[in-house]
């Protein structure tokens, strides 16, 4: 079993690695078309509210002790569950469709 230090080292890096993709979504979304930029500012402030709530999760596990950041393990996957949607989506809205 992981440690929860562990743990949090993975979801630091989970976050830093968001942070990253939401910066490549946001300059696709610039050289979209109108249609196209107004999806994206829409994805993009939900890509914002879903890794707000992640980050916050996160940093009260971090606070909590090792046996109460276990238990607010569950909270936490349901936060990276989100954004990992939010920025599925993002990227499929965004991503150039082919006309054959």
């Known amino acids: 079993m992981h440690t929860m230090s562990d743990y949090l080292d993975k979801m630091a890096t989970q976050l830093r690695n968001w942070d990253a993709d939401v910066r490549a979504l946001s300059a696709m979304g610039v050289q979209a078309g109108e249609k196209a930029v107004a999806a994206a500012e829409a994805n993009l402030q939900q890509l914002d509210s ?24 569950a909270a936490m996957e349901d ?22």
Do not use: C, I, N, Y
């Open 50 to 73: 879903s890794r707000d709530a992640a980050l916050k999760t996160f940093q009260q596990v971090s606070a909590a002790g090792e046996a109460a950041g276990q238990q607010m393990r």
């Open 79 to 100: 936060a990276w569950k989100t954004m990992q949607m939010a920025l599925d989506k993002a990227r499929s809205d965004l991503a150039p469709t082919s006309t054959q």
